[in-house]
């Protein structure tokens, strides 16, 4: 009897499932921490705490929490300090900050334009600056403070507009980034800019286009203050130039002010050298050879004087003969002078030519041009009777009684001109003469 509870016992021990329920239970019972794997506190788990704080940030400072939102719940713990330092410290110190950083940009390109734009008013500028032709036109105006004032005040407006435009872009941009950190949808702001900026071209585009020609003119050096320039309706010297207009004074003292935009072409005569030409009307008495011999040698002489050298910058030239007309040819001659003086180069050699031919007996030539007058038979007629009329000089209004006066004149009788008579002019006349 006491062999059949033994076999059970047997069979329970040799169980595979009876194994996990009676050995780890003996286990947990003998184990001196039976607290640790049994039932755990979910409140201490880190992970747990962790994701908590997280959503109470996301909840407070939104996704992309700024750092001040982020310091500010971190001291307080509090939803709505946060959120409000967001507001009211957040944007404005990112606000504060694009305009700091924007005035910095804006003042070191300033510097940068400053320095350079000095270096090429004393004449020592690089890249598109420099070429402002001093040496030429240090022999043009002769004095230096002529050029450095022409070249002060061309680097003036070139820096003027360079300062004007870099002013516009930092600010521009400072001003959409500003509007990016307020939450403002920039779409419709560009798309309306871009239809305002359609309409201001559209409407002010002679403006414009002043402002383009004055800029691109500027920055090729087409001319400046102090050249004498011919632009199609008018020529003289540039007294100023700007953006949008040029101001010019012609020989006679007028002032011209041309819009930029409206100069299709610039003939500039102050850049690097100019020429006097000289054409000397001859009578073909005159033999060519001798002629050409006695403009060389007056040409020659006037170069290697003093007074003129430093004008006349190569070998004058003789040459020949430029027309031939029925009344005799021309001769021609060409000085190669600095800008702006050929006038004075040319005036001088005229006189010196002029004394020159008439000291070997030779005579200038003449031009002269045929001219016809056709008068009208019935005003003829009229103008004879008027010769022949007795007080006809005296007539008129104011004439006292039987001198002559309007009121006494009978009136006036048409006889045929005697044969003969020469108070008549006849039909048709043609002569000749020289104006």
Request: glycine share 10%.
């Amino acid at each position: 009897m006491t062999a059949q509870p033994v076999i059970p016992m047997l069979g329970a021990l040799l169980s595979p499932t009876a194994a996990p329920t009676t050995t780890p239970a003996a286990a947990v019972s003998q184990s001196p921490f039976p607290s640790v794997s049994v039932s755990p506190e979910p409140t201490s788990d880190p992970i747990v705490s962790i994701e908590g704080v997280a959503n109470a940030l996301r909840d407070a400072c939104g996704v992309d929490a700024s750092i001040t939102c982020r310091t500010v719940y971190n001291i307080t713990h509090s939803d709505y300090l946060a959120s409000g330092a967001e507001v009211f410290l957040g944007t404005p110190i990112k606000i504060a900050l694009i305009l700091l950083i924007a005035l910095v940009i804006r003042a070191l390109l300033h510097r940068f334009i400053r320095r350079a734009t000095t270096r090429a008013a004393s004449g020592r500028g690089i890249g598109p600056l420099r070429g402002l032709r001093s040496n030429t036109l240090l022999g043009a105006f002769g004095d230096p403070t002529i050029l450095l004032e022409r070249s002060r005040q061309r680097a003036g407006t070139v820096g003027s507009l360079l300062r004007s435009v870099t002013s516009i872009i930092i600010f521009g941009l400072a001003f959409l980034t500003i509007l990016g950190e307020l939450g403002i949808n920039l779409a419709p702001i560009v798309a309306s800019a871009g239809v305002l900026g359609i309409a201001v071209g559209f409407g002010a585009q002679n403006l414009v286009r002043d402002f383009l020609s004055g800029m691109f003119m500027l920055l090729e050096d087409q001319y400046g203050v102090g050249d004498v320039i011919d632009v199609g309706p008018v020529s003289g010297t540039v007294e100023a130039v700007s953006l949008r207009m040029t101001r010019l004074r012609d020989v006679e003292g007028t002032v011209w002010y041309v819009r930029n935009g409206e100069i299709t072409r610039v003939g500039n005569k102050s850049q690097q050298w100019a020429r006097t030409v000289l054409d000397v009307p001859l009578d073909y008495d005159t033999e060519v050879s001798a002629a050409r011999r006695i403009l060389a040698r007056t040409a020659d002489e006037m170069w290697k004087d003093d007074k003129w050298s430093s004008l006349i910058l190569d070998e004058p030239e003789v040459w020949g003969m430029e027309t031939m007309t029925a009344d005799g040819y021309t001769l021609r001659m060409v000085v190669k002078t600095q800008p702006l003086k050929q006038w004075d180069v040319a005036r001088e050699l005229r006189e010196r030519v002029r004394t020159a031919l008439s000291g070997a007996g030779i005579e200038l030539g003449t031009v002269q041009r045929s001219e016809v007058v056709v008068v009208d038979e019935e005003e003829e007629t009229t103008a004879a009777e008027e010769e022949e009329s007795p007080g006809g000089d005296l007539a008129g209004p104011a004439g006292p009684p039987g001198r002559g006066g309007a009121e006494d004149l009978p009136a006036p009788r048409i006889d045929p001109p005697a044969p003969g008579s020469s108070s008549t002019a006849g039909g048709s006349q043609v002569g000749s003469g020289s104006r």
